[in-house]
């Protein structure tokens, strides 16, 4: 009997040892990992792994994750699509694209000769659509004259710069990084009378889009869950369901609310439940001249769908944990939510298009239209492309349904 109870205590202690063993391995996975830059409130970005693996593994290929990057070498995607490495101002000046061995470089050939040369440092976008580039000169940052876009597969002026001479002095503001990153350190200094120029630490830049950025700081969050790992109810974390629709949309607002605004403070700090008012100047609001670039946020809101429906957010129909194709048929599935034959609010063109109408909501009522913030000139022409987006004001668009009216009627004649 008593060698019974020895067994059994040597055994039980034993489980306890591997269970305590397998917990502290588990916080240590925690703890071993360096303290985030952001300060105690935040855990380091990696910890999330431990607990959410699928979605931190899902995460890791969005647009969101790779929003900005520090450019390795010259390892650059942009590069090897580019179609020519050559872009031509007029029949005197060009910028060429170099690659060399410490970097690629944006070079500027006035006449044969070389005025200007920088290197590719940091990207910004994680090239759906577009990509521009900074270089640093100490501890400015600065953006290089051509940026990539991809409708053209190739360089061309960035946007907003002279068409016509060759601009290596854009700063790149932090308010860049405020919504294509996660953190950046920064000093002003004084360069003139009346001017400052922003000063980054450059270790502590945080590249990309992270988990915290969007649920706010979660410190507690992982220390409660390592020390508790039975308790399956999520402490210490603002739910997404417990705040009203306003709060869910300002989630995303705060970066896809307009990039023409003024901040008051940085963003960086922002936490879901916040008010965006004490970010943004007091113009946060309705705005009719709303650009499709960047603003999102107030053209759903000046939709019918929205206003007159209590529920519709971002999140009916973005999942911003996976990479999202390009799928208009399928974001046109999600119209069929609230819009159906049998509930009589389906579109009225329903009986004259027929079968045609399926997957394509999208193309007649959040067609793309041009930006008025963006265009960009391409190589030895004048005048600028369109950057075209896709409007959120959910709406009756009578040309761009002539447009697809027409190009059905093709379709079903060539059938
Ligand atoms: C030690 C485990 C653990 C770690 C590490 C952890 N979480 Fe969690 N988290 C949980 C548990 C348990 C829940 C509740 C169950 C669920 O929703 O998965 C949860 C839920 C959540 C929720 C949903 C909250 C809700 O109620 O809607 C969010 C958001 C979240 N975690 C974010 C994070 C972020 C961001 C990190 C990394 C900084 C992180 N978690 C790290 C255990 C963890
Ligand atoms: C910290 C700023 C920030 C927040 C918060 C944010 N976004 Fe974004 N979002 C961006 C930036 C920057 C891009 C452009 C990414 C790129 O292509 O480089 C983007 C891109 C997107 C895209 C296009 C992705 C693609 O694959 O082309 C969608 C959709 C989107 N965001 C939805 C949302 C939704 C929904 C929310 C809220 C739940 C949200 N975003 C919150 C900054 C943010
Ligand atoms: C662009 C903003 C954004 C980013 C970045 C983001 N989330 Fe979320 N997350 C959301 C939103 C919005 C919801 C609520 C979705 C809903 O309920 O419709 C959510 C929900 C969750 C939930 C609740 C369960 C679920 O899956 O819906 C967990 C857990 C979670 N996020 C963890 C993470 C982790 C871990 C990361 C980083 C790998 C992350 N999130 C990155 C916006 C974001
Ligand atoms: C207020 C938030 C905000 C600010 C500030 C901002 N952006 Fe963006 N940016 C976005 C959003 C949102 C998108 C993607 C969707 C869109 O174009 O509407 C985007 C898209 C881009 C893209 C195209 C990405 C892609 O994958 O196609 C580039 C490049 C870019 N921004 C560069 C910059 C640079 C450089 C700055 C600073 C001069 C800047 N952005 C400032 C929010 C912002
Ligand atoms: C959450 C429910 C919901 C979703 C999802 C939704 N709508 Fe709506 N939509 C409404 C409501 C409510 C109205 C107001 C009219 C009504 O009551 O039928 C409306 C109105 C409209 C109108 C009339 C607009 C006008 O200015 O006269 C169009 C067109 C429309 N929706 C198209 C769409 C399309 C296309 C989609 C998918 C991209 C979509 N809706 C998704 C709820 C929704
Ligand atoms: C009724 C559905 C619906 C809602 C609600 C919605 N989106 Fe979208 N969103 C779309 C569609 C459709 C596209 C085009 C997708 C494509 O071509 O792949 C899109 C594309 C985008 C893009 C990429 C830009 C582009 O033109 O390709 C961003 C960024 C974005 N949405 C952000 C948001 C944000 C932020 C919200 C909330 C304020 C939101 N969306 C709400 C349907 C919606
Ligand atoms: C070829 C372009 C086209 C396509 C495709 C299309 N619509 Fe429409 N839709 C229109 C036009 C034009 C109107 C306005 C017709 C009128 O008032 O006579 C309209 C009206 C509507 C309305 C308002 C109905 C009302 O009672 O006033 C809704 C809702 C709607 N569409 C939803 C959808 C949905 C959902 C789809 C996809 C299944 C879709 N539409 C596809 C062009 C289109």
Redesign the pocket.
């Known amino acids: 009997m008593k060698g019974n109870i020895r067994i059994l205590i040597v055994l039980s202690s034993g489980i306890l040892f591997a269970i305590a063993m397998f917990f502290s391995e588990c916080r240590d996975k925690g703890k071993n990992l360096e303290p985030d830059k952001r300060g105690s409130a935040y855990a380091n970005p990696q910890t999330c792994i431990s607990c959410h693996k699928d979605t931190y593994n899902s995460y890791t290929h969005t647009a969101h994750f790779h929003t900005s990057s520090a450019i390795d070498g010259n390892k650059l995607q942009a590069e090897s699509m580019a179609n020519t490495h050559i872009f031509i101002f007029n029949d005197k000046l060009k910028i060429t694209i170099d690659k060399r061995k410490d970097g690629i470089y944006q070079t500027a050939i006035f006449e044969g000769k070389q005025i200007r040369s920088e290197r590719f440092d940091i990207a910004f976008g994680a090239n759906e659509k577009a990509q521009t580039y900074g270089y640093w000169k100490g501890n400015r940052l600065y953006e290089l004259p051509l940026s990539f876009f991809k409708i053209i597969n190739n360089w061309a002026n960035s946007p907003g710069f002279p068409p016509d001479l060759v601009y290596y002095d854009r700063a790149i503001v932090s308010h860049c990084f405020e919504c294509h990153g996660s953190y950046l350190e920064k000093t002003f200094v004084q360069t003139g009378p009346i001017k400052v120029a922003e000063e980054y630490d450059k270790k502590s830049i945080m590249y990309g889009i992270d988990c915290q950025r969007c649920h706010g700081p979660a410190a507690n969050h992982v220390q409660y869950h390592f020390d508790n790992p039975t308790d399956k109810k999520a402490k210490y974390i603002t739910t997404y369901n417990s705040l009203n629709r306003q709060l869910k949309?300002n989630m995303?607002?705060v970066c896809?609310g307009g990039n023409d605004l003024k901040t008051e403070k940085s963003t960086f700090g922002y936490k879901p439940g916040d008010n965006l008012a004490s970010f943004y100047d007091p113009d946060f609001g309705f705005n009719a001249s709303a650009d499709?670039h960047g603003n999102?946020?107030k053209l759903?809101a000046m939709s019918k769908?929205y206003l007159n429906s209590p529920s519709?957010?971002?999140t009916?129909?973005?999942n911003v944990h996976e990479q999202?194709k390009?799928?208009?048929v399928l974001?046109s599935q999600?119209?069929l939510d609230c819009h159906k034959e049998q509930t009589h609010n389906f579109c009225k063109m329903g009986p004259q298009l027929g079968n045609a109408i399926t997957g394509k909501c999208?193309d007649c009522h959040?067609p793309?239209l041009p930006s008025k913030l963006i265009s960009f000139k391409m190589s030895a022409m004048k005048g600028a492309s369109q950057y075209l987006?896709?409007t959120?004001r959910?709406a009756i668009y009578p040309e761009q349904t002539n447009q697809i009216l027409s190009l059905i009627k093709n379709a079903q004649h060539s059938n």
């Open positions: 949309v995303c607002a896809h499709v999102q946020a759903l769908c519709l957010t971002c009916t129909c973005h999202e390009s799928d208009p974001l999600k119209c999208i959040m793309t987006l896709h959120h959910i």
